[in-house]
């Protein structure tokens, strides 16, 4: 595919319900330092049910190089795909819609982009609470760390299965589509096989410390706060798509990492509905685990092969046996370790 030489970027952010956020989301997106002829923004209207639109509506008026996609309630992932398939920047940036960037750390970024034309770049972030991003007087970005690394570095090196965030990275839009990359639709914790799937195919990456997005931390509307019946379905269907991506020819260290990584979002599943009230939705969460997977195995170490067996074969036991050194470390080692242990010494 030719990319479009004069548009260098599309800009895709999806909206629904963030009426409180979206207007200091898109002025941060025109705080950037850049040409408005070289990128676009892509309004994704996800069915909003608040005033979102009408509140950036002066905005979408001022701008020539915004497009709106209004569509039904459809999720993130739809929102998404769709933003992606009518991008027509050389590079991709999706920022979600109640975060924000930092004033002209973007433009930076997309100059590396353009020049070195890397599959990936990763950058830095901050996380926020509300009232810190209020105060939040800029950054100084000194002595910036850039690396050029392949997509399996990026992957054994950079990727945190706990931190599969999309909104830090760049990504080079013909990449993306001529490797067939989407996110899967309907699902809460999207992020996780999509960020797997574009480390371990890249090619050239780029790795920068330079800070240029705020993490609004703390919503409590945002979609992660909560755990639930379908949170934990979505779980396990990510983590399934996910294990799919072990059935690609990958050199055995990225086998491994993929697994280690699958067993952190297992483990994390495992622990979040240990601690729902509901038996009955326990018991589908695990059922719906093993109709998923059910070959989903771990070897590395004691911890995973007894995670392994339990799953295997007495996979309700796992939720309950969890459930219990849950509330026996919250409640005895976690206290007696900060308050007899750790305390004392740190008061020397």
């Known amino acids: 595919m030719e990319e479009n030489l004069g548009l260098q970027l599309s800009i895709i ?3 629904y319900n963030v009426e409180k956020y979206i207007r200091p989301c898109m002025k941060s997106i025109f705080q950037q330092g850049l040409n408005e002829d070289c990128f676009e923004v892509i309004i994704v209207n996800d069915g909003t049910e608040d005033h979102s639109m009408e509140i950036i509506q002066d905005i979408i008026d001022q701008h ?3 497009i709106v996609i209004n569509q039904e309630n459809q999720g993130l992932s739809v929102a998404r795909n769709n933003g992606i398939a009518m991008a027509k920047g050389g590079y991709i940036l999706m920022p979600d819609s109640d975060d924000m960037l ?3 750390s973007l433009k930076p970024l997309l ?3 353009i020049e070195t034309k890397a599959d990936i770049i990763v950058a830095d972030f901050l996380k926020m609470n509300s009232e810190e991003i209020n105060n939040f007087k800029g950054v100084c970005n000194a002595d910036i760390k850039i690396e050029e690394k392949t997509g399996e570095q990026l992957t054994i090196e950079d990727l945190n299965a706990n931190q599969c965030y999309v909104w830090r990275s760049l990504f080079r839009r013909n990449f993306i589509v001529d490797n067939h990359i989407c996110f899967y639709p309907g699902v809460f914790y999207q992020d996780v096989p999509f960020t797997h799937e574009c480390y371990i ?13 705020i993490y609004r931390k703390g919503r409590p509307e945002a979609a992660t706060f909560s755990y639930s019946l379908k949170k934990g379905k979505d779980f396990c269907t990510v983590i399934a798509r996910t294990w799919e991506l072990t059935k690609l020819n990958n050199p055995p260290h990225i086998q491994h990492k993929l697994k280690e990584d699958i067993f952190i979002s297992f483990s994390n599943m495992v622990y979040n509905t240990a601690f729902m009230k509901s038996k009955s939705e326990k018991q589908q969460i695990i059922d719906y685990m093993k109709q998923l997977v059910p070959d989903l195995a771990f070897s590395n170490g004691l911890r995973q092969v007894i995670y392994t067996f339990m799953y295997k074969n007495m996979p309700y036991s796992l939720i309950t046996i969890r459930y219990i050194y849950g509330i026996f470390f919250d409640n005895c080692i976690r206290p007696f370790y900060y308050h007899w242990l750790r305390r004392p010494f740190l008061e020397k």
């Open 13 to 15: 952010v999806p909206v």
């Open 102 to 104: 930092i004033d002209n």
């Open 111 to 113: 100059e590396i982009a």
């Open 201 to 213: 195919k890249a090619g050239r990456c780029i790795r920068t410390s330079q800070q240029f997005y």
């Open 64 to 66: 020539k190089n915004i």
